[in-house]
């Protein structure tokens, strides 16, 4: 009996224990593949995001060689990607073949203005319908987003008729007017408003302040990326605005860049270089504002529930 014993002790000891090296070297496999799937679903993902990005970047390029060639090199097939010649004289040119300057002034003129408006009355339109208590809030919301869905061809002769009663056709004004308040700008705000805690409001009302004030010392400083997101999107629209003013604006004096445009567009032919050469003169503005505001546009889309 007592060699049974000793027998069975002697092959429990040789045994390895439950969770012991064996265990570990089962798990240390299943890691490394884990791990190794990871990095091969990084690679896949990188790849799938450069050549998006790759494509989308095409016509862009495309656009920017296209500016220092001649009409007749803009349309070859295959593309011509590096010009035989490259014509730099197209952007010395096209300051005096159009009044390049005054429409880019007028074009900043506009997209600063309306989103100065934009971002102002959005900013306080969001704040009521965010923070102020009053009867028929949400409805009164719900109606005023529901305008989005509509599209602007539907409202745009009765828009045209009333600013030709009033006189204002063929001036800034009357672009200002209509693109100083937007739907999409109360709902941007509003949802970063809803984000901002309601004691805050609470504390200042406790304190006296109106709501005046609330909304100018403690919503507008709270509020910087969501502003900064609005007026970025504002800004764009604006600039590369096409029929607004194409509507309104038959003084050459008053037109924007984008109409500036139609100067190279003849009835027999085209002056497809020039085009090109004013697109890429047109975008960089643009350019410049995202690569500035790029940061508050990520952040403040973020955090107002538009993910």
């Known amino acids: 009996m007592s060699t049974t014993v000793l027998r069975k002790d002697s092959a429990t000891d040789g045994a390895p224990p439950s969770g012991g090296a064996p265990s570990r070297a089962r798990t240390e496999p299943r890691r490394g593949r884990s791990r190794a799937g990871r990095v091969v679903g990084q690679v896949l993902l990188y790849t799938v ?48 073949e159009i009044p390049m300057l005054t429409y880019l002034g007028n074009s900043l003129f506009l997209s600063v203005v309306i989103t100065f408006l934009q971002v102002l009355t959005g900013s306080f339109a969001a704040y009521g319908f965010a923070k102020v208590r009053f009867p028929g809030r949400d409805a009164l919301f719900l109606a005023y987003i529901a305008t989005i869905a509509v599209p602007w061809q539907a409202y745009m002769v009765p828009q045209y008729i009333i600013m030709q009663r009033i006189g204002l056709v063929d001036t800034h004004l009357s672009l200002i007017l209509l693109q100083a308040f937007g739907a999409f700008g109360v709902f941007l705000m509003r949802q970063y ?41 504002t800004f764009v629209f604006t600039w590369n605005d096409y029929m607004g003013p194409f509507i309104y604006l038959t003084s050459n004096d008053l037109w924007t860049v984008q109409l500036g445009l139609r100067s190279f567009v003849g009835v027999y032919d085209s002056r497809y270089a020039m085009i090109m050469t004013g697109s890429v003169l047109s975008v960089l503005p643009i350019l410049v504002v995202f690569l500035l505001g790029q940061r508050h546009f990520v952040q403040g889309i973020a955090t ?3 993910k």
């Open 304 to 306: 107002s529930g538009m």
């Open 49 to 96: 995001l450069t050549a998006l990005s790759a494509a989308i970047l095409v016509p862009f390029a495309w656009m920017l060689v296209s500016s220092v060639k001649l009409d007749a090199e803009v349309f070859t097939v295959p593309i011509q990607w590096i010009p035989k010649s490259f014509h730099w004289e197209n952007f010395a040119d096209i300051w005096t």
């Open 193 to 233: 408003y809803q984000s901002i805690p309601e004691e805050l409001s609470e504390a200042a009302r406790l304190d006296g302040l109106s709501e005046y004030g609330i909304w100018a010392r403690i919503m507008l400083p709270l509020s910087k990326p969501a502003l900064a997101s609005l007026a970025l999107l």
